[in-house]
């Protein structure tokens, strides 16, 4: 989803614009990263203009019967 979310925008952008490092942004869509600080998510949806909310919802596991 944040790799949607950049779009035609650079990881270097971004990352820089979210106070990460290109690297980071990179692991982080690639799964590198399975499990990112709050604080480090919170900023790239403010960076690129998703509600932490949409996240939440997208990320959340489903249901099990």
């Given at each position: 989803m944040l790799r949607q979310a950049r779009g035609e925008r650079s990881i270097v952008e971004v990352a820089a614009a979210?106070?990460?490092s290109a690297e980071t942004l990179r692991k982080i869509e690639t799964g590198r990263i399975a499990t990112p600080a709050f604080f480090t998510i919170a900023a790239l949806a403010d960076v690129l203009g998703i509600s932490l909310d949409r996240l939440?919802?997208?990320s959340a596991p489903a249901p099990t019967p």
């Amino acid at each position: 989803m944040l790799r949607q979310a950049r779009g035609e925008r650079s990881i270097v952008e971004v990352a820089a614009a979210a106070g990460m490092s290109a690297e980071t942004l990179r692991k982080i869509e690639t799964g590198r990263i399975a499990t990112p600080a709050f604080f480090t998510i919170a900023a790239l949806a403010d960076v690129l203009g998703i509600s932490l909310d949409r996240l939440a919802v997208r990320s959340a596991p489903a249901p099990t019967p």
